[in-house]
C-alpha cells in the first residue's frame, strides 16, 4: 500500500520538487555561495539552461532541428544593448522584451524555410540565420555603437528600481528571469497550442488532416523559441559576460545548445537545466583533472581540445547508450530506490 | 455469416449508456436526423472522373463514386488496386491528375486538406499515424482543434474560453475513450501501445471531431478476430448513433460484406463493380480479380 | 552596358566555377555515405582537416611526400573503419537527425583529436603547384585554381566510374537502392558501411590537400564543411550530378556576388550568400536541381 502512495507522489504533486529547487536557489544559494560560484558556474548555467530551453521548445517539441541558436542569442544582446542605448529613458525590461520580440521576428523570418523544407534541408537553412546575423552585426558598426574593438559594456541591471549588482544580484536577475520563463514553458506545453507542437512533430500529415494550422504552428515555434534564445542572449551579456559581442555567438554556441538538449533531455522542460549543468561543469572538471594527473602539460590549449574531444564522445555516448538524454537516467536513479524498499516491505 | 459481424450485445448496452450518446440525441443528432431524411439519397461526396497516376504508372483511371450521406461504402480491390491512393485523393494527400471530388455542395480540384475537419471529414491511416508523444487522452483530444477558440492568452493562463473548451472536449474525448473500451490506457503514451490499440485511438481520434464522414484506411489490419469483431461494432455503432458517413477501405472480405451497405470493386486503378454485398459477390468480374486475393491477401496487415 | 568589363566578369566567373569544384569535391563525400546509408556526416569537413593535418605533419618530419601520402590513405580508411564500427554500428536503425547528431559529436573528435596529436598551428602545405595568373585569351586565370579544378573533377569522374562500373560500386548502389533487397541478396552491409567510410575518407584526402594548400592547414579547413551544405541543398544529398552543378553554380554566383554585389553591403557577404542562393532555390523548386517526384502507390 505505502509503496504505491510513495510511487504516485511525484505525479501528484509535480511542483514540490522543482519548488524545493527554487526555494534552494532563492533561500540557500544565494548566502552561501562564493562569487565564483555565481560568477563562473551559476550564471552561464541559467542562461544557457534558457537558451537550451528555448532551442527545446522548437527542436525537442516542435521537432524542428536549428543549428542557428546562437544567431538569436546575438539578436536578444544586440537588441537589448541597442534599445537601452538609442531610446531614452526605456525601463531595461521593456528593452528585454522588446530584444526578445526582435528575436522572435528575426525567428520568424529565418522559419519561413521550415514550410517548404524538413529535417536536414532545414537544418542546414537555419545556418543561414547563423552566418547573416553574425555577419551583419560585424559588418555594421552601428549594432556596436561603432565601438573600434566591437566590445561593448553592458548596462548596469536596474529593475523597478531594484539594482542586479554585483555576482550575487546578476545570478538573483538571471534566475528570476529563468523562472518565469521556465513557468511559462511548463505551461506552454500543456496548452492546446503546445500539443499542437507535438503533434506537427510526430505526425504532419496528420496533424494537417484534423485541422492543426501546420504552418502556423511551425512559425509561432520558430517564434517562441527565438524570443526565449533572445532572452536568453541578453542575460549571457548582460548578466554573465557584462560585455555585448559577436565573438560568442559563433557557430560553436549554436552547437553546444544543440548538444545541451541532446544530453539533458529532448522535449523536457527538465533537459534544459540538466544539460546545461553537464555543459558548464564538465570544462571545470577536466581542466581540475587534466592538471591533477599531467600538471604543466595541461595548458589551455590542450585543455580546449581535449574539451572538444569529451564534448564530442559524451554527444555520442549520449545518443548510444541514453537517447533520452539525462532526465531519463535520473527518473531511472530515482525510481531505484523505490524498487528497492517495496522489496523490503513486501519483505 | 453475418452473427459474426454483429458487435456483442453487452457492447451495445455499453453504447446505448454513453454520456455521449444523450448528448447527440439532444441536440446534435436531431440535426442529422434532420439531414438524414432529406438527403439520404444525396451524395455526402462524389467523386467524378478521378485519374491519377505516379511517374507513369496509372495509379487511378476515370473513377466516379458516389457515397451517399449515412451509408457505410466499402472500397476494395487487390494490392495495388488504386484504394488508399483514393482515400489520398479525398482526404487532399494527393492532387488527381484529373477530375473533381464533391463534398456539402462543394467541389475541388484538390481537397484542400487543412480545412478537411471544418468539411467534417476525418480519417485513419493505413500505417498508424498517431501521436507518438502524446497520451491517449491528448491524442484524441487534439482532434477537437476546430471547435476551439480560446487565444493563446487564455491558453497558457487556462482561463476564459480556453476553460470551458478544455472541459467540454475532455468530457468529450472521455466519452469517446470509453465507447471504445479504451479507458485502461487513457494516460498511456500512443507510442507505447499495441498495435491493435493503436489503430483503435485512431478510430477515437477521428469520432471526437464528430465527422460526417469518415475515411477509414484498413482499420482491421493486422488485428485479431476478437479485435476485429469489436472494431466492427464500433463502426456500426458510429454510424448508427451518431449518424456518420463511413468510406471503408478493407482486405478483410468477410467484415466488409457483412459490414458495407454498398461496395465499391477496384482492379488496376479502375472500378469494376459497385453494388450491394450480394451484388458485387456475384459479380463475374470480381470473382475473376479476386481469384488472386487470397494469396495476396496479407494475414499480418501491412500494405496493400 | 557600356564600359562592362567583360574580360574580368568571365575572369570571376571562371575563377567562380573553379572553386565550385571544389566545394563539389567535398560535398561528394557527403553524397557517397548518404546515398548508401543515410547518413548525413557532418564529420566530413572534420575528416579533411584530419586527413590534410596528418600529410602536412608527417611531411614536416621529414617523410617523402608519396610515402606520406600512403600513410594518410591508411590512417584514413583506418579512421573511415573505426568510424562505422563504433559510432555508427551501434546506432544502426536510429532516426537520421540521431545519426546527423553523432557525426556532430564526431566532428568535434576528429577536430579536437587531429589538433592535440599535430598541434593548433597553422601549417603551410605546397604541393608543387605554383599559383601563378596564366593567360588564356585575354583573361588571367590562377594555375592552381586550374589544376585543383582538374584534380577535383578527375576525382568526381573517378568516383562516378567506380559507382557505375566496379562490383563494389554496384554493391554501394544497391544498398543505395533498397536497403533490405541488398541484404537479401547477400551484401554484407557492415562491409560496404565500412567501404563507403574509407572511400569518404579518400575523398577527404584530396580535398583536404587542395583545400589546404589553398588556405593553409588549420582548424578553419574544417569550415569547408560550412561551404559544402549549400551544395549539398542545392544539388540534393543523394545526387552526384546534382553536387557537381550544383557546386558550379554556388561557386560562380557567389564569386561574382562577391564582386558585384558585395562591395554595396561592406564586403564578406561569402559567408551566407551561398546559403540564400541554396533557400531561394529549393524554395522555388522543392524538390532540388534533379530531383524527381517520388513514385508513391498504394
Known sequence: MDTVTVRKAPGHWPWIAPLLVLATAYGVIPFIGTSYLFEAILTPFLALSLAGLGLNILTGYAGQLSLGSAAFLAVGAFGAFNFNLRVQGLPLIVSIVLAGISAALIGIVFGLPSLRLKGFYLAISTLAAQFFVQWALTKFGWFSNNSPSGVIDAPPLTIFGISFEGAVGRYLFALTIVTIFTLFAWRFVNTRTGHHFIAVRDNELAAKVIGIPVLRTKLLAFAISSFIIGVAGVLWAFAYLRTVETGGFNLDRSFQIVFIIIIGGLATIRGSFFGAALIVIFPLILSRLGQLFLGDIFNSGVLEMSQRIVLGALIILFLIVEPNGLVSLWDRLRKKPLRLSRIKTIN | MNQYFYPRSELRATIANLPIHAERNSGLSSVREHEKGNSRQSGALALSGISLSFGGVTALSEIDLNIVSGEIRSIIGPNGAGKSSLINIISGVYRPDSGHIRINGHTYQKVPTHQLARLGIARTFQNLALFKGLSVLDNVKISRVHHSRATFLEQITGLGRARREETDSLNRSNAIIDFLDLGDVRHSLAGTLSYGLQKRVELARALVAEPKILLLDEPMAGMTPADKQDLTGFIRAARDQFGTTVVLIEHDIGVVMGLSDRIAVLDYGRKIADGTPAEVRSNQAVIDAYMGIDHEENPTGGSN | ?298
Open chain 3, 1 to 298: 552596358m557600356d564600359g562592362f568589363d567583360w574580360i574580368f566578369f568571365s575572369e570571376v566567373l571562371i575563377g567562380g566555377l573553379l572553386a565550385g569544384v571544389m566545394y563539389s569535391l567535398v560535398a561528394i563525400g557527403f553524397v557517397l555515405i548518404y546515398k548508401t546509408s543515410g547518413v548525413f556526416n557532418f564529420a566530413q569537413g572534420a575528416m579533411v582537416l584530419f586527413a590534410a593535418l596528418t600529410f602536412v605533419s608527417l611531411v614536416e618530419r621529414g617523410i617523402s611526400f608519396p610515402l606520406a601520402l600512403i600513410a594518410t590513405f591508411a590512417v584514413m580508411i583506418l579512421l573511415g573503419l573505426a568510424i562505422e564500427r563504433t559510432v555508427l554500428r551501434p546506432l544502426v536503425n536510429k532516426p537520421p537527425i540521431t545519426l546527423f547528431m553523432a557525426t556532430l559529436g564526431l566532428s568535434y573528435i576528429l577536430e579536437g583529436g587531429a589538433q592535440l596529436l599535430w598541434g593548433t598551428q597553422v601549417h603551410a602545405l605546397d604541393l608543387g603547384i605554383e599559383d601563378t595568373p596564366l593567360e588564356i585569351s585575354g583573361m588571367l586565370i590562377s594555375k592552381f585554381d586550374l589544376i585543383a579544378a582538374g584534380i577535383s573533377a578527375g576525382m568526381v569522374a573517378l568516383l562516378s566510374i567506380f559507382f557505375r562500373y566496379t562490383r563494389t560500386g554496384l554493391a554501394f548502389r544497391a544498398v543505395a537502392d533498397d536497403t533490405f533487397a541488398a541484404i537479401a541478396v547477400g551484401l554484407r552491409l557492415p562491409r560496404i558501411w565500412g567501404a563507403v567510410w574509407a572511400a569518404a575518407g579518400l575523398v577527404a584526402i584530396v580535398a583536404g590537400l587542395i583545400w589546404g594548400a589553398r588556405l593553409g592547414v588549420q582548424f578553419s579547413l574544417s569550415l569547408v564543411v560550412l561551404k559544402a551544405l549549400p551544395v549539398l541543398v542545392l544539388g540534393g544529398f543523394d545526387s552526384i550530378p546534382g553536387v557537381i552543378v550544383g557546386g558550379l553554380i554556388i561557386g560562380a554566383l557567389e564569386k561574382l556576388a562577391e564582386v558585384y554585389i558585395g562591395p554595396y553591403f561592406g564586403g564578406g557577404i561569402e559567408s551566407w550568400f551561398a546559403y540564400v542562393i541554396a533557400l531561394a532555390f529549393l524554395l522555388a523548386r522543392p524538390v532540388g536541381l534533379f530531383g524527381q517526384r517520388p513514385v508513391e502507390r498504394a
